[in-house]
């Protein structure tokens, strides 16, 4: 090896080039740097718009809001802040020079119309390892084509010929209330109680098969903490969209184990579908099925292979579990801390359903003006996803007043800004069913409040389960609010059910046990 040596030492640099080179590099990075900054505060033809200077200086602006303001999760909080002072603002995007306008709840149909439909960001499309599902897909054209496979699934008419599969879940649920719980001072996580109920039902309509998690010990079933592993990275994907966590050691990371092994069980799932499929084989109940639909349609074949399709299914199991199940949990809390409202509430379902132990059907609960109030501020209390939704066209300007969008130039909205603006919803951190009542009325006095009730977003890119969500919603709030009450356990506060971090969904407070009750 000795003889190697003057070779070796030949070939490697001096110590006084790596100087150099380093020196050259940092300085080179640090002019490079400072005229970024000076063509985005002074040259950029989105110079003109308002907001932080900061802001419009680096992306990092916004990533310490997501990653290490109080934990992270609060960039969504400061928007709002930010637009109660701008109403519009400059907000740097991985290079590009987006801006948000959350400060006007009126813009966010503009964002989200349906024509001319707009682009996600492709950047963005693996920031919940799922890069494959509808709602990942970018490309608003592909996504039509994805969405058009899905929708007839879960039009009204298809989910109100479920609403049988819908009462007995809840039924099942309410029986094993009463015989474990009722009278017995056990204590009872509701979120965990309506996830169980969420999840069988999507179950059976996804993979005719049901897990039976309403039978669980303590309604406690993987799936929500397979979510809740999922979106706890994607800020951290946000920002470094390049980190890939799409691998086996998933399943040596603890926080993340939840998210591998549901993973595996709807591959398995799909897996097994399309195996019988190539053998000609019909697998029991499969015809009834969102996957056999799927495979039935004109999707070409890049679109039904077994990766995809197991994005699209941990996609939709997810979101119908996590999203119905956070609406109830912020509802019944509201609504157990405000007695007018629960006996108003109550005396609604005693008239309308006679017999306590009755589940009536969606078709007949939606009827109920006061019910449905509560489920229409249930959801705008709620939220429903909480994080930024930014989008971008290739080739169109739009306009915001005077301030033009140029193409290419990333905007965005955020549900939160809408559902919490005080000139169209008066104290909105408050959960008042009754400005739902009567047909009332937006700011203007002329469009429909219901306009400003985004819970599931607009346009083409709507929240796909909507009809179902509603379906359980009206179900289960008037299931259990007329057969059973309860009791809001001592510390339980808003701060554990609300929206206190957003991790694409809202999440509460850390250490939150959820909202634990007893049942009378």
């Known amino acids: 090896m000795d003889q190697f040596s003057p070779i070796i030492r030949a070939l490697l640099p001096s110590r006084d080039l790596v100087l150099i080179a380093s020196f050259i590099l940092v300085t080179t990075s640090i002019i490079y740097g400072l005229a970024l900054v000076l063509y985005r505060l002074y040259v950029s033809p989105l110079r003109i718009y308002p907001g932080p200077k900061l802001a419009a200086c680096t992306g990092w602006y916004e990533a310490y809001y997501d990653l290490v303001a109080d934990g992270g ?30 400060g006007d709840p009126d813009y966010f149909d503009v964002i989200h119309a349906q024509k001319p439909p707009l682009d996600k960001l492709k950047s963005l499309e693996n920031r919940l390892q799922l890069p494959h599902a509808s709602f990942s897909t970018a490309d608003q054209g592909l996504h039509r084509i994805r969405r058009a496979a899905l929708n007839p699934f879960v039009s ?29 001072r056990k204590v009872l996580k509701l979120n965990n109680f309506f996830s169980s109920i969420a999840i069988d039902v999507i179950m059976h309509i996804t993979f005719a098969r049901s897990d039976n998690a309403i039978a669980m010990d303590e309604f406690l079933h993987p799936i929500p903490a397979s979510n809740e592993a999922t979106r706890a990275g994607t800020h951290l994907l946000t920002h470094f969209p390049r980190v890939n966590l799409n691998s086996r050691l998933l399943a040596y990371i603890p926080f993340l184990r939840p998210f591998y092994d549901q993973r595996q069980a709807i591959h398995k799932q799909i897996s097994e579908i399309l195996d019988a499929r190539s053998k000609g084989k019909t697998l029991e109940n499969n015809d009834l099925t969102m996957f056999v639909d799927i495979l039935d349609s004109d999707l070409p074949p890049s679109e039904k292979t077994l990766v995809r399709l197991r994005d699209e299914a941990i996609t939709i199991v997810g979101a119908a579990t996590d999203t119905t199940a956070a609406a109830l949990t912020v509802g019944f809390y509201h609504i157990l801390t405000q007695p007018a409202v629960h006996q108003q509430l109550r005396e609604e379902l005693m008239t309308a359903i006679p017999d306590a132990s009755e589940v009536p059907s969606w078709s007949m609960l939606r009827g109920l003006p006061f019910l449905s109030a509560c489920v229409e501020e249930a959801l705008r209390v709620s939220i429903g996803v909480s994080q930024r939704m930014p989008r971008v066209s290739a080739t169109n300007t739009f306009h915001y007043g005077s301030y033009p969008v140029p193409p290419g130039v990333v905007f965005s909205s955020d549900t939160y800004s809408v559902h919490y603006n005080e000139t169209v919803f008066p104290q909105p951190h408050k959960y008042i069913p009754s400005r739902w009542l009567n047909d009332p009325k937006g700011p203007d006095g002329v469009k429909p409040l219901s306009r400003y009730q985004v819970a599931f977003s607009r346009g083409p890119r709507v929240c796909l389960g909507m009809q179902l969500a509603y379906a359980e919603l009206y179900t289960t709030m008037a299931a259990l609010i007329r057969r059973f009450d309860f009791d809001i356990c001592e510390g339980v506060e808003e701060a554990d059910v609300g929206f206190v971090r957003d991790h694409t969904l809202p999440a509460p407070r850390d250490g939150s046990q959820g909202l634990r009750v007893t049942v009378r």
């Open 156 to 184: 009204r008419q298809r989910i109100q010929a479920r609403e049988p599969l819908i009462q007995s879940k809840v039924e099942q649920a309410c029986q094993r209330l009463a015989d474990e719980y009722a009278g017995k």
């Open 73 to 102: 999760g609060k960039f969504v909080h400061h928007t709002k802040t930010l637009h109660d002072i701008y109403v519009i603002a400059v907000d740097s995007w991985f290079g590009q020079h987006p801006f948000t306008l959350t």
